[in-house]
Structures are given as C-alpha cells and as structure tokens.
C-alpha cells in the first residue's frame, strides 16, 4: 500500500464516519468503491492503448462474434449482434455513472437499514 492509496481509504471510510455501518462493513464499502474506480481506470487505460494498435474492426467483429456463438455465449452473442456494445467512444460516462450508481444505491440501502453500533 502506497501513502496514496491509504490517503483514498481513509477518505473513504471518514465519508461513512456518521452511519451505524460497523468497521467490517465500511471497510467493505470502501473496498467496492475502490475496486470499481481502480477497474474503471484500468479498462480506460487498456482501451486508450487498444485505440492506438490498427486493427480490422470488420474481421474482429466477425472473430468474436463466431467465438461467442461456439464457445456457448449466446446471451453475449445476441447483445454483440444487436450493437448493444458499442466501443466507437471507449466507456462512456454514461456507463461508469450507472454503474457507480447502482453501488452507491446498495451502500445507502445497507446504511439504512443498519442497527446502531454498540
């Protein structure tokens, strides 16, 4: 652990400083948290490098495509199929809010509904 990474944790757990959540469950919020940020930044960054290598769209479409379809992917296949993975703008921000979102949603619903700390 880097002096960085326990200054993000410590934030991170001071944010839930005034819930009723015991040290076991900040801990785990702030561990979500961190572990969808640090993938978020690792899937932009390999995309930004991706983005930078030529490539036969067209034949890697079909590629994947085929593969998903054999390897037994069908709901992937079909998702694939229809554009609804659409890399032209890499992640979206769209896309990583909703995703934030969804786990900010589950840590208020947790702080909610926790009982008060001994």
């Not at 919020?29 to 940020?37: Q, S």
């Not at 379809?69 to 709901?75: D, M």
Request: aromatic share 6%.
């Amino acid at each position: 652990m880097t002096p960085h990474l326990l200054r993000w944790l410590e934030t991170l757990l001071e944010s839930m400083d005034d819930t009723e959540l015991s040290s076991r469950h900040r801990l785990g919020c702030a561990l979500l948290l961190d572990g969808y940020a640090y993938s978020t930044a690792s899937l932009i960054r390999k995309l930004q490098v991706a983005a930078t290598q030529p490539m036969q769209s067209a034949a890697v479409y079909e590629f994947l495509l085929s593969r998903l379809r054999k390897e037994g992917f069908p709901v992937l296949a079909a998702m694939l199929s229809a554009g609804a993975y659409d890399d032209s703008d890499g992640v979206s921000e769209s896309n990583v809010s909703f995703g934030l979102q969804r786990i900010l949603d589950g840590i208020d619903m947790l702080i909610q509904t926790a009982k008060p700390r001994p």
